[in-house]
């Protein structure tokens, strides 16, 4: 999507705003002996107390009202009965519509105790992100993304998997610009332009590369194994740099 009238930004701030209050407050909620499927109930609930539809659930029939994923799984698990216990990871995605439009969020939390090791993951993944993010601008290459993330994903020892990309939201909740590298891609010549609606998300990890198949259709597991965290924002390009639009308010 590329915004195109002050219309079109107030409808993205509005559901930007939705899903990142939605994420703040999982995340808050989140603690050691709740099941997967009551954190995604207490989701649900606010999105749907906001005038939000689940995105997932209604772009692609996903089991869920949001994804959360545990430790091994870095994307796309299902809420269900999995007990989230002391000292896990979770990975929270939010995405959801109103009005027409789509926004896209996440985090990962860490249920203590927590080792230093993964806080300093934690702090580092978001810390990429924003590095990404930093790149954004109209007129400026997409490649930048990727470029500035990698070179501090190697600086610090961590890699990146590099089959889980960025991608363009708006009217839908993946549309053009496909695949966005948040890693280091020759290939990619693309240019952003003004008012381009996308995500920056990188996964970081303790030495993953890529995301494989889990047991089931939907949850995608590390591979080799390795603690991953995933931030997200979506973000609009602007002549100013990046406007991210997920900032809770």
Known sequence: MTVSSDEDLIKLQEI????????EAMGAALESGMTTAELDAIGRRLLEEAGAIPGPELAYGF???TCISVNEQIAHGIPGS???EAGDLVNIDISAEKNGVYADTGASFAVPPISNAIRRLCRDGRRAMWIGLR????SRPMAGIGEAIGKFAQKNGYTLVRNLASHGIGHSLHEEPKEIATWPDRSEHRIMEEGLVFTVEPFLSLGAEWAEDGDDSWTLLSQPRALTVQYEHTVVATRNGPLVLTLPG
């Not at 790149?135 to 109209?138: A, E, F, Y």
């Open 63 to 65: 089991p869920g009202a």
């Open 135 to 138: 790149q954004v601008g109209s």
């Open 16 to 23: 930007g705003r939705i899903v990142a209050n939605t994420l």
């Open 82 to 84: 999995r007990r989230i």
